[in-house]
C-alpha cells in the first residue's frame, strides 16, 4: 500500500508540460558561431543544433537544459543537383585544329 501510495504522490508531482519556456535574454545574435562562443563562454542559454555542440556535450564544457521540451530527432538528407543535369562543358582539345 505503501508503495502505491508513494508511486501516486511521485506522479502528482511531476511538472506537467503545458508550453515551453521563453527565454528573453540581452545577446541576441543570428550567427551560430557567436552563439556557441558565447555559450562556451557561460554567457547563458542558448539553443543549438546536437552536431554543432556534440563534443562539449561530451567532454562535459556544456550541459543539455530543458531535455523535457526538445523536438524528436529528425533525419536530415542533403540533396544537390545531379551530373546529368549539369549544361556541358567544353575543353579545348589540342588534337583540334586551330581555328581561323
Same mark, same amino acid.
Given at each position: ?40 563562454? $557561460? +554567457?547563458?542559454? !542558448?539553443?543549438?543544433? /546536437? ?7 561530451? #567532454? @562535459? ?20 543537383? $545531379? +551530373?546529368?543535369? !549539369?549544361?556541358?562543358? /567544353? ?7 586551330? #581555328? @581561323?
Amino acid at each position: 500500500m505503501k508503495a502505491a501510495l508513494d508511486a501516486g504522490v511521485r506522479a502528482m508531482c511531476r511538472p506537467v508540460l503545458v508550453a515551453a519556456p521563453r527565454l528573453m535574454g540581452r545577446l541576441r545574435v543570428d550567427d551560430v558561431e557567436t552563439r556557441l562562443r558565447a555559450a562556451r563562454g $557561460g +554567457r547563458g542559454v !542558448a539553443q543549438l543544433l /546536437s552536431y554543432q555542440v556534440a563534443d562539449e556535450l561530451a #567532454s @562535459g564544457k556544456l550541459v543539455r537544459l530543458l531535455q523535457a521540451w526538445e523536438a524528436a530527432p529528425l533525419p536530415v538528407h542533403l540533396v544537390t543537383k $545531379g +551530373r546529368a543535369i !549539369a549544361p556541358p562543358r /567544353s575543353t579545348p582539345s589540342s588534337s583540334s585544329p586551330p #581555328s @581561323g
